[in-house]
């Protein structure tokens, strides 16, 4: 389990990237980390891989200080991807494997898996700097994962890839999670985010604003009503909470909270209701709620 | 130390199997073996081919027996003259009186034929010159223009290897701090292994580089017979250049790495590499003086001092005889400034190389954690 406390950091010049952001990622758990740019998601995941030191806070592993040798277990894709150009994918991939400490007959047997579950084997003697730029994507995730990490931070894995890859690439950190490894990932694609990940953290100015499953989120959200009245009496929605707007020939009223019968005993008299139903908020809505 | 072996292990792999080290290292080799091998074509012993109408063959074999003298016979003066204009011969001699040429003659070869006739005459009138017996009184200066022509090879192959080695250092560092690649890196190494094995490793190469071009150029020295003007201790001399290459790569490579660290981008190089090139530019400008001049004071003194010791200690081992206890105090005092250049630069580097973007100071960099 990693857990993070209080990371605070600020860059010269007095911009302020965390302000004591707290969250915690157990076994087996696939989080997702949103957030608009510089919110803070890059400069949290560059801390808890040693990229750079927090000015205040602690990252947690297994319930200690996370040290170098914990640390070098781990799997890293950064946000700028960093490859070498000139050399073999298949040697870079092996590279990365000695370094972390594999053996050479254990490196080759990881590498021929995972380059053949990435659909890389055709291209494992090719220079990485022909391949396309999907292709060096999925160099790059072998490059984090060759070791069979204890903990797996990917900064934006999905962008830029097409999506078959995504497919590719969500069922293999999905197996990995399911191995109990924690897998930590950002993304700007926030329905990818809702469909894999079992938690959410939403960051907004260096701040966790909201994190939990995404079920909690939703809770927290409250239940929300939606109702479309065709050919309403004007003025009918006067006075109940929530918003309205008009649809053609339609009105629709959104409801968060309240009295659920009342709206409904009201929009029967107003006129023929097409639809009436609880609606559970998107997660591009809740995002959009506790960044706002 | 597994680590630091790892990473030199990729960079050797890396730069020997590229195309353009193979080039480079045939090319410099055989490059370094042809000029090793010139002084037989362009300095080769004098060939004369000269004409005679009439009269004797003048003596001049006896006085020059190194030349390589042709005699040609002609039935008149006419056809010696066209002979001459044709340059069949340099020269045509009409009745042991007269010199044919064409135009000016050649210096050597006018002494040559004077002495020879003054001697064929005197000869005639039955007299024996004794030659004058000649007899240095001074030091001995037979392999003095060797010993110089050697320290000039060594300044232009420590200049050379020592530089390409070096920038390919610091070309490397940027290459991996610009695109990141470090980030991933040092989640595995420590920055002392990735930068230690990157100097190692390189190191290496330069050095394979090295061994070829010397290994060369005493090839070419022997097969043109050059080697036979070598001074005595040529092994020592070669032995201390390769010894000097190693401590002054290590050295700059160290300074170029961490200075390196410092940007992001391969254009930003040359200009943060700024004050080790004055530093090596130093050391090379009084090498070269050194190799002239190896006893003057500025140049006895900085071979002493590090880094110019690295560059000109072993020129004036190559021109001049040096005592040992002064090879082995500099190359202390060279260890010495390698080690503490390896430690300060080891901690630039930790500290500059995950910090991309700006080019960062040395100050700040050492003030911050």
């Given amino acids: ?292 | 130390m597994s680590g630091l072996l790892m990473v030199a292990g990729r960079e050797i792999r890396t730069q020997v199997r590229t195309r353009a080290f193979v080039i480079s290292l045939l090319v410099s080799a055989l490059l370094t073996g042809g000029i090793a091998f010139a002084p037989k074509w362009f300095d080769g012993p004098d060939e004369y081919n000269l004409g005679r109408v009439g009269g004797q063959e003048l003596a001049i074999q006896a006085l020059a027996p190194d030349a390589k003298i042709t005699w040609k016979t002609y039935p008149d003066e006419g056809a010696a003259t066209t002979a001459v204009l044709d340059g069949d011969v340099d020269v045509a001699v009409v009745d042991s009186k007269r010199v044919l040429t064409n135009g000016e003659i050649d210096d050597e070869l006018g002494l040559l034929l004077q002495s020879a006739n003054r001697e064929a005459q005197i000869g005639a009138a039955g007299v024996t010159v004794t030659p004058l017996e000649m007899r240095s009184v001074g030091a001995d200066t037979r392999y003095e223009s060797a010993r110089q022509g050697i320290a000039t090879v060594v300044v232009l192959l420590l200049f050379f290897m020592i530089m390409s080695s070096v920038m390919v250092v610091a070309m490397g560092v940027v290459e991996e701090k610009g695109s990141r690649i470090v980030e991933i890196l040092l989640i595995s190494i420590r920055p002392w292994q990735l930068l230690g094995g990157k100097i190692f490793g390189l190191g290496v190469v330069g050095f394979i580089n090295l061994t070829a071009v010397v290994a060369a150029g005493l090839v070419g020295a022997y097969l043109s017979g050059f080697a036979t003007d070598f001074p005595p201790g040529m092994a020592g001399i070669v032995v201390s250049a390769v010894a000097w290459w190693i401590l002054g790569y290590a050295f700059f490579a160290a300074l170029a790495g961490s200075l390196a660290s410092l940007v992001s981008r391969q254009e930003e190089v040359g200009n943060v590499l700024q004050p080790m090139m004055l530093l090596f530019l130093i050391s090379y400008g009084v090498s070269f003086f050194a190799s002239a001049s190896p006893d003057h004071p500025v140049a006895e003194i900085l071979s002493f001092v590090p880094p110019f010791s690295s560059m000109i200690m072993p020129v004036r081992v190559a021109a001049s005889e040096v005592a040992v206890w002064e090879v082995l105090l500099s190359g202390g005092l060279m260890v010495v400034a390698v080690a503490a250049t390896l430690m300060v630069g080891g901690r630039v580097y930790e500290r500059a190389v995950l910090r991309t973007g700006r080019r960062l100071k040395v100050s700040e960099v050492l003030r911050t954690k």
């Fill in chain 1, 1 to 292: 389990m990693l857990e993070i406390r209080g990371l605070r950091k600020t860059f010269g010049a007095g911009k302020v990237a965390l302000d004591g952001v707290s969250f915690a990622v157990p076994a087996g758990q696939m989080f997702g980390f949103v957030g608009a740019n510089g919110a803070g998601k890059t400069t949290t995941m560059r801390i808890v891989m040693g990229v750079l030191q927090a000015d205040e806070g602690e990252v947690i592993w297994n319930g200690r200080a996370l040290t170098f040798a914990e640390r070098r277990t781990f799997g890293y894709m950064p946000e700028e991807r960093g490859l070498y150009q000139k050399m073999r994918v298949g040697e870079q991939i092996d590279y990365f494997g000695r370094l972390h400490g594999l053996g050479a007959g254990a490196v080759g047997k990881a590498r021929d898996a995972l380059i053949g579950r990435l659909g890389l084997t055709e291209r494992v003697n090719d220079t990485v700097e022909s391949l396309s730029l999907g292709n060096q994507q999925r160099v790059q995730l072998a490059v984090a994962l060759i070791h069979d990490p204890e903990l797996l931070i990917l900064d934006e894995p999905f962008s830029g890839l097409d999506p078959i890859a995504v497919d590719v690439l969500a069922e293999v950190l999905h197996e990995r999670a399911r191995g109990g490894v924690p897998v930590i990932f950002s993304s700007h694609q926030l329905e990818l985010v809702e469909r894999l990940c079992d938690a959410v953290g939403i960051v907004s100015a260096g701040r966790m604003v909201a994190s939990g499953t995404v079920e909690e989120l939703r809770d927290a959200e409250g239940r929300r009503l939606r109702v479309v009245v065709r050919d309403p009496k004007s003025g009918w929605a006067d006075g109940l909470p929530g918003e309205l707007s008009k649809d053609g020939d339609r009105d629709v009223l959104t409801v968060v909270g309240g009295d659920d019968q009342a709206v409904l005993r009201r929009a029967v008299e107003a006129g023929h209701v097409e639809s009436f139903g609880v609606e559970r908020p998107t997660l591009v809505e809740i995002f959009r709620e506790a960044v706002a």
